[in-house]
Structures are given as C-alpha cells and as structure tokens.
C-alpha cells in the first residue's frame, strides 16, 4: 500500500523555466510534509518542508503548496537552473505518529533541466 | 555533509551469505532509521531506533535485524542473503523527535 505517490517517474524542463513535481498521499493522518533531493551517489538531503497548517511555504527557488482537501501537494522551483536536476523525493509524516515519526517517501521524479 | 557516517559505501557478496551495515548518527543525535531502495523504488523504512531502544519496525524481513549501540551507533544486519536483497540501504538521523532526517550517502549492497 503506498501512502505516498509520486505518479511521474521523470520531468524534463528548460533551464529558466519552472518545474512543477507533484505528490499525493493517501493517509489523512499526515500533517508533515518533506521534498529531499538526491543526486546519484549521494544520500536524499532535505529541501523544504510544509507543516498541515499552512498551504504554503517558500525558500528562496523552492515553493511547496499543500492542498489538504485534495491529499496533494506540489514542489514549485522557479528559475529551474541544470544544477537543480537530480531525484527528487515527496516524504510525510505524522507529527504525533506515537515514538517514531518516521517519514513515508514516494517513489521519487528525476527532474532533467535542459540548458 | 549530513554528518551521517556509514560504512561500507559498497559491498558484494553472495547468496546466502551475511553482511553487516554500520552507521554513525550525526554527533548527538539519538535516533537512527534505516531504510532500503531498491531499483525503481522509493525510500522503504525498515526500522528505527532511539537511545539504543527500538521504536518502530517497517518492511524490514526476518532476516534482517539492526541495533544500537550506547555510542548511539547503529548496525543493520543481513542474513541469508537473497538476490532481491541487491540495494542501497540508508541510515539517517534525527535530534528531537521532529522535523527532518539527515541522510548518510548510503550502501550499496550487490548480492551475486
């Protein structure tokens, strides 16, 4: 049972433009939400993150929405730079998950920014 | 740099044999998770650890068992090793109870 789906595998954008990669999940219990990035070789680093009370966080490129109602959410980069392309991987948790709060990842989109 | 330390970065072995993991958590932290990818797939938890305890336990085969130690270090033990068991496994931790996880750069087990 995957909780979390990331339904395109990959994305291929022009430098300067925006990337758009979606995740949906399935679980109502998530109130915490990751984007890591991993480069091949390297282990996933984290990114961003949007707690459920918010529809919205950004920093600097990188913008996360959350559509709660529609158990959605979506990372927005914005100017899409070559050095952005890697894997990316959607992650939730549950905040009050009992004594492990671990986090749940998606299958991840490798995002390819064409120069 | 995560901080995350983990040993070996790779490792090939054979079928029906046994491998041991080893991670160091970034220094002071006291949780420690360890999760599996395999090809095409996502980050599958296995099992995570806090202050030496065990706290929950995922997708993780009977074959397999992890501990942590009182340096708060962590081993992931493989037995009986099968192909489908080829993957990069991850170690990564956390300070509070909350918040992000810091990744180690993985290893790699080939099964042959």
């Known amino acids: 049972d995957q909780q979390v789906k990331q339904n395109s595998p990959s994305l291929s954008v022009q430098e300067g433009r925006i990337s758009i990669l979606n995740c949906d999940y399935t679980?109502?219990?998530?109130?915490?939400f990751l984007w890591y990035k991993k480069y091949p070789a390297e282990g996933p680093t984290f990114l961003i993150s949007?707690?459920?009370?918010?529809d919205k966080n950004e920093d600097g490129r990188f913008t996360v929405f959350l559509n709660k109602s529609a158990k959605h959410l979506s990372l927005h980069i914005v100017p899409s730079q070559p050095g952005d392309s890697a894997v990316y991987f959607c992650?939730?948790?549950?905040?009050?998950?009992?004594?492990?709060?671990?986090?749940?990842f998606g299958t991840g989109t490798l995002l390819a920014v064409q120069p | 740099d995560s901080g995350v330390t983990q040993t070996p970065k790779h490792l090939i072995t054979a079928t029906g044999q046994r491998v041991t993991l080893r991670c160091s958590p970034r220094?002071?932290?006291?949780?420690v998770y360890w999760y599996q990818q395999s090809l095409d797939q996502g980050l599958q938890f296995l099992i995570h650890?806090?202050?030496?305890?065990?706290?929950a336990k995922g997708n993780i085969l009977e074959r397999f068992s992890a501990q942590q130690f009182p340096d708060l270090h962590s081993e992931l033990n493989l037995s009986s090793l099968e192909l489908g068991d080829s993957a990069l496994y991850f170690c990564?931790?956390?300070?509070?109870?909350?918040?992000?996880?810091?990744f180690g750069e993985g290893s790699r087990l080939t099964v042959l």
């Open positions: 949007i707690s459920s009370i918010k």
């Open positions: 220094s002071g932290d006291l949780s």
């Open positions: 992650a939730a948790s549950e905040s009050y998950g009992g004594a492990t709060n671990k986090l749940i």
């Open positions: 679980n109502s219990m998530f109130d915490y």
């Open positions: 650890y806090y202050n030496g305890e065990e706290r």
């Open positions: 990564a931790s956390r300070g509070g109870g909350f918040g992000e996880l810091f």
